[in-house]
């Protein structure tokens, strides 16, 4: 198993420019998520999936858009960049029928908007 | 914001030495979890104590929970240079469970 695989690792963009941040999990996890981390903030959740078809907003979901088409991907896209949005991004997953237990992470997108 | 607090913010010692970070939160939780992030990777979890449980062993981590005082604390015995890392606490709220809400973390330096 491949866990969690985000993809690009780093990224600039052009302020307004679009992009869209890739994360795959091949655990068969129903639950997937997005979140920013910011130097002094911790992560900051910006949406999350429950299953194939439900997303939901997290605390800081302004800006992005996600969509969960099949079980395993869930990509983030950023409609029109902005300077606050320059961050770590991690995709992390969760196991199905374990409730509110341990996330599994990728290794993060550097994502850089000038 | 459901966001917890983590002290010391930093924290430095002697390998072989224990260190002890603290996590602090506002809200009733269902359980709450202890990750580690080593410098440019992803969070790794590392133990997840539930809220009817006070305390919990793994290897040389100890970890504690006091729900009257909403807080944790974290305890790694015997510290190794490959400990060095930032570790976060992440709660999931009885509102809210399908958020893991995590702490802006703890860094910590073992001097060899």
């Known amino acids: 198993n491949a866990g969690v695989t985000q993809t690009p690792k780093f990224q600039v963009l052009k302020t307004g420019q679009s992009m869209t941040l890739q994360c795959a999990q091949d655990m068969n996890h129903e639950y997937m998520s997005w979140y920013r981390q910011d130097p002094g903030m911790g992560l900051r959740l910006i949406h999350y999936?429950?299953?194939?078809?439900?997303?939901d907003q997290g605390e800081v979901p302004n800006g992005y858009n996600v969509s969960r088409s099949t079980t395993e991907d869930f990509p983030l896209r950023l409609l029109s960049a902005a300077p606050s949005q320059t961050s770590v991004y991690f995709c992390a997953s969760r196991p199905p029928g374990q409730g509110p237990g341990e996330l599994f992470f990728g290794e993060g997108s550097r994502l850089t908007v000038l | 914001s459901q966001q917890g607090e983590e002290d010391p913010q930093a924290l430095s010692i002697q390998e072989g030495e224990n260190a002890t970070m603290n996590c602090s939160y506002k809200t009733s939780i269902n359980n709450l979890q202890w990750y580690r992030q080593n410098s440019g990777r992803g969070l790794v979890h590392l133990i997840l104590?539930?809220?009817?449980?006070r305390e919990k062993h793994s290897g040389r981590l100890r970890v504690t929970l006091d729900t009257s005082k909403k807080s944790s604390s974290l305890l790694i015995t015997a510290s190794r240079a490959a400990d060095t890392a930032s570790y976060f606490c992440a709660t999931v709220h009885t509102q809210g469970a399908q958020k893991l809400v995590f702490g802006q973390g703890t860094r910590l330096t073992i001097n060899p």
């Open positions: 999936s429950v299953g194939a078809g439900i997303t």
């Open positions: 104590i539930r809220s009817n449980e």
